[in-house]
């Protein structure tokens, strides 16, 4: 065992080192609409600064409960402005570290191309078995979805046909791999290059549920990472909102 | 006193549990019998297929069952064809699920137990012109007492205790889907400690309960034995 562990150092200890040297590594938590885009900006921060980007993807709420309980993330890529906020009261994050580095757009999706009409009727119509959506009580966009539902006065009909994904991420596996006819997804996981991937959608007027309004955060472990305090610079540039842009997002 | 959404998770595992455990018993008792008697040459790559949830994580389980089970998998088109529609986020689904989660916790003991017996019962059994059926329930089941014990309580336990192939297959549908464990998590996620250690106390009571029970009884068997 001794052995191993001394083959085990030898071999990774270089590797730290020269990592350290040349640029850091960041933990970052992230909300799961943002998937796609983070690998683009994480791409843009290798380029330009050499830093790297370790993401773990899960829904908001779950990755709350999991910094309060310790884990040792950098910087957080919500998809609220309240768990940020949270943080920042729970001195767990930096003060005065946050802004908003998107404003998402929740639509209604399906795999199919005939089954979504572009004024959303196919909800009233029900012409549908399963409807999924991410869980509300731990993802911002779950908890937009029940107000989209609240506001159409469509809660009790749908309920029956509503399935649960523990993030915006399991409920768009559950829509596209046809499991459920529909769901509530993050415009970011069906768009590519600005237009749509396949099958068809709603996009859901922004009147229907309060503003997703997407904050980071630097927290408390990554106050003294660099490859943290660049992930916050970078989002804040005018050439990277274009990117996250692309992806259906707003500012 | 537990509050009603978690007497419904649990009542409902209990359901998802008992019936899985049911139907192995119906399933993995001929199946365990064939891979003790079979000299076919299927018969490893069986016992391997047999035990293969248990080496696999539930996420790769989970995931094939997601594929396979919805409109475009064959499973799925399958049961569409049949009038069963589809079976992820079903209760259907999930025992379904759970019957392939759970086989090796059904079929190994009762294997072992079935190789026990050996030959000279049932040799025993044939001079006395009993048909193979007639043998089989008369002679290899009573003896297999035991493992049909222990197969039942494990595959019971193990299908309350499932977890991962829930979350990835069930939806997370009150009175459908939402068992004791994918509850559990929920609470965690949504930091409701208190709703989640009153529901993980259950579990963990339930389940040493359950294995304390079962070595209890193998103990004061094997006493038996010896005297």
């Not at chain 1, 910087?75 to 580095?101: K, M």
């Amino acid at each position: 065992m001794n052995r191993f562990l001394r083959r085990l150092s030898a071999l990774t200890l270089p590797a730290c080192i020269c990592v350290s040297t040349q640029a850091d590594v960041a933990q970052v938590a992230v909300a799961a609409n943002f998937a796609e885009p983070i690998k683009a900006v994480a791409a843009e921060l290798q380029n330009t600064t050499g830093h790297t980007l370790a993401v773990t993807l899960g829904g908001t709420g779950k990755l709350y409960a999991q910094i309060r309980n310790g884990a040792p993330f950098d910087v957080l890529l919500a998809a609220d402005s309240d768990t940020p906020a949270r943080l920042e009261r729970d001195g767990l994050a930096q003060p005065g570290s946050r802004f908003t580095y998107a404003t998402g757009r929740l639509v209604l999706w399906s795999p199919d191309a005939q089954r979504v009409d572009a004024q959303g009727v196919v909800l009233q119509q029900g012409r549908f078995k399963r409807l999924a959506y991410a869980n509300p009580k731990t993802a911002p966009y779950g908890a937009a979805a029940t107000e989209v539902m609240d506001k159409l006065g469509l809660s009790a009909v749908l309920a029956p046909k509503l399935v649960q994904g523990e993030s915006i991420g399991q409920a768009y596996s559950f829509a596209t791999t046809g499991n459920a006819d529909i769901g509530f997804v993050a415009l970011s996981q069906v768009l590519e290059g600005g237009r749509l991937k396949s099958g068809s959608m709603w996009l859901i007027p922004q009147g229907l549920y309060s503003p997703i309004r997407q904050d980071a955060v630097l927290l408390r472990h990554g106050a003294g990472n660099a490859a943290a305090l660049a992930l916050m610079q970078l989002l804040k540039s005018p050439n990277i909102k274009d990117l996250i842009r692309s992806y259906g997002y707003e500012f | 006193m537990l509050p009603a959404s978690d007497l419904q998770a649990i009542l409902l595992t209990l359901e998802v549990a008992a019936l899985t455990t049911a139907i192995l018993l119906g399933v993995g008792t001929p199946l365990a019998w064939w891979l003790t008697r079979s000299r076919s040459l299927l018969r490893q790559p069986v016992n391997a297929l047999v035990a293969l949830p248990i080496v696999l994580p539930p996420s790769v389980l989970g995931f094939y069952l997601l594929v396979l089970m919805g409109p475009n998998g064959t499973l799925g088109q399958w049961t569409q064809a049949i009038g069963l529609g589809l079976m992820p986020f079903s209760f259907r689904g999930l025992v379904l699920a759970s019957c392939l989660y759970s086989l090796p916790f059904m079929v190994q003991p009762l294997q072992t137990a079935m190789q026990a017996v050996g030959e000279r019962p049932l040799e025993a059994a044939m001079s006395l012109r009993a048909s193979p059926l007639d043998s089989f329930f008369s002679v290899v089941v009573p003896l297999c007492r035991p493992g049909f014990i222990t197969g039942t309580v494990m595959c019971f336990a193990h299908t309350v205790g499932e977890f991962g192939v829930v979350l990835m297959v069930g939806g997370n549908i009150p009175g459908v889907t939402r068992l004791v464990s994918v509850q559990i998590y929920d609470h965690v996620e949504a930091l409701e400690y208190a709703d989640a250690h009153r529901l993980a106390a259950v579990m963990l009571g339930f389940s040493f309960a359950v294995l304390l029970a079962l070595y209890a009884y193998n103990a004061r068997r094997r006493a038996g034995d010896v005297r």
